[in-house]
């Protein structure tokens, strides 16, 4: 009776301890867990992700009896987890990057699980660990790469199935020409909200599938090209059924209906896949319930300091807490207003002459700038630059600046021959580094500079202006930054030659006067 009560009261402490951590848990990630719930899954491409968390008490209900069956051996490496979770929720933090704070989330309750449970029984549930990595959605710069890379390949497997059907197609870019009509493979139809579905349930299967792990891992990865297959297939389908009814097709009930038919024949395919691979040597998976008494056993012979868990409790609730008190009660970031507002910009600079315009409300609430300015330029020659300057007072998780990289190809636009460019000043042979690269949209050619000031840097990448916000929110309280972008056309008659003298002309002359706006060091 006497150790009937014992285990009770163990329990009871131990669900206390469980109920604490995730209070204090919630409070401090509040905003990246309603970030990621609210925004992020919201969008199509990761809408799977409100499923993973009940997949992932599924995965540790499923573990109970092995659970109960070992003992819990609290360790103290279970702080290099938890640390390192700690060091990534001030970096994502004071940066403003919501995936860095998705990951700190996951080590942190690694973290803890492991202070709490042992070793041993994080090997038993680590696969539930693991899925919950699918909860996490990548930063849009990771999801405009991929999408880019699989819209191309989904149309260039496109256009050969309908070459293969007879149709005549023609593939430019995203751009599938099939003479009555042309079809644009945008973003939606990248196929990247069906290739991580399908990896998720993959994975799964892999799982239970009790065989080899290179069965495992072939049968993972096989769904990587599986879903970029039946989604070409989606397209080339789309293509005939415009051929033979109207625009419903590709608008209307098919184009939302064949989402779900990549799941129909991808489920079976998959099932089909397993049982192709059980043909193949060797035929027979590892034995768990080995492996479970390998690790009953080595549980014998250990010693449990009962007052251990306990310290580790106050240790990791201690840092937690103070972790959570310090982001909410400390203001590392002052808000730095612009020396000059941005209405009133010249729109005389050298020999261009310009037009300032507006954006749309709507823009403006997405953006979240302090400060902006839009205008279009036109020199002599008739030939034009669009001039956009978009500045922060500050920047936090949700309110940053935004690549033109990640947001552009939202538009329809392709980037293409991305890279850096060095700009001549023209004073005592300063130099200028900006991203330079060229886009296309429906035939159209564009040549875009773009580049970061950020208190005294001119900065190119994203991930320097998350570091560098990081550092400077530490030791100058400062996160304030512009993002600026100037667009150009490049005309059929010119070269490029002539048209990257254009751009560079109007940044030198431009630079100077941007400067007595934007704040210094």
């Known amino acids: 009776m006497i150790k009937a009560l014992g ?17 204090i848990l919630v409070l401090a990630y509040f905003s990246a867990l309603k970030w990621m719930v609210f925004v992020d899954w919201a969008k199509e491409d990761y809408s799977h992700c409100y499923l993973v968390p009940f997949i992932v008490l599924y995965l540790i209900w499923d573990k109970r009896k092995e659970l109960a069956e070992l ?15 700690i060091a990534l929720f001030w970096l994502g933090e004071l940066s403003g990057e919501f995936f860095t704070m998705y990951l700190s989330f996951w080590l942190v309750v690694i973290g803890l699980c492991w202070l709490h449970l042992g070793w041993d029984k994080i090997k038993t549930i680590w696969f539930a ?22 819209k191309l390949i989904s149309s260039q497997l496109g256009v050969w199935m309908l070459h293969i059907y007879g149709m005549s197609a023609y593939r430019e870019g995203n751009i599938i020409d099939l003479g009555f009509t042309q079809l644009q493979v945008v973003d939606a139809c990248s196929g ?32 990587i090209p599986l879903a970029i297959f039946v989604n070409s297939f989606r397209i080339a389908s789309t293509g005939v059924l415009y051929s033979i009814f ?4 590709a608008e209307g009930f098919f184009h939302g209906f064949s989402g779900w038919l990549i799941f129909l024949f991808a489920i079976p395919f998959l099932v089909f896949e397993m049982w192709i691979l059980r043909k193949f040597p060797p035929k027979e998976g590892g034995s768990q319930k080995s492996e479970g008494r390998g690790q009953r056993a080595e549980g014998r012979g250990r010693t449990i300091d009962i007052g251990k868990p306990t310290r580790m409790f106050i240790a990791a609730l201690v840092v937690i807490s103070l972790t959570f008190g310090l982001s909410r009660g400390i203001e590392f970031r002052e808000k730095t207003p612009i020396k000059k507002s941005f209405s009133l ?43 956009y300057v978009a500045y922060y007072q500050d920047q936090r998780k949700g309110e940053s600046i935004h690549s033109p990289e990640t ?30 690269s060229f886009m296309e949209k429906s ?37 304030d930054g512009a993002l600026v972008r100037l667009i150009t056309p490049v005309h059929p008659k010119e070269t490029l030659k002539d048209t990257e003298a254009r751009l560079q002309s109007f940044v030198r002359n431009m630079v100077p006067v941007l400067n007595e706006y934007l704040p210094g060091k």
């Open 129 to 150: 660990l693991f899925v919950m990595l699918a909860m996490f959605p990548f930063p849009n710069f990771v999801n405009v790469r991929i999408s880019q890379v699989l």
């Open 443 to 479: 035939g159209a050619v564009e040549l875009t500079y773009y580049w970061f000031p950020m208190r005294g840097r001119v900065l190119t990448k994203l991930y320097e202006v998350k570091l560098y916000n990081f550092w400077d929110a530490l030791t100058k309280q400062r996160t």
């Open 71 to 85: 003992p819990s051996f609290p360790s103290w490496k279970g702080m290099a987890p938890f640390g390192l979770g």
């Open 246 to 249: 109207d625009a419903r097709v």
């Open 345 to 387: 910009f010249p729109m005389n600079i050298g020999e261009w002459s310009g037009k300032q315009g507006s954006m749309e409300q709507q823009f403006i609430d997405v953006l979240k700038f302090s400060d902006y300015i839009t205008a279009d330029y036109t020199n002599p020659q008739g030939e034009t630059i669009n001039f």
């Open 407 to 436: 947001c552009l190809p939202g538009s329809g636009w392709e980037f293409r021959e991305a890279g850096d460019v060095d700009i001549p000043l023209g004073r005592a042979s300063q130099v200028m580094r900006v991203n330079r």
């Open 7 to 23: 285990e009770i009261h163990i329990k009871s402490a131990s669900w206390m301890k469980a109920a604490i951590y995730g209070i």
């Open 192 to 223: 990247l909200r069906y290739v991580f579905p399908l990896m998720v349930l993959s994975l799964l299967l892999a799982y239970m599938f009790k065989a080899h792990i290179w069965k495992r891992t072939t049968l993972f990865l096989s769904s």
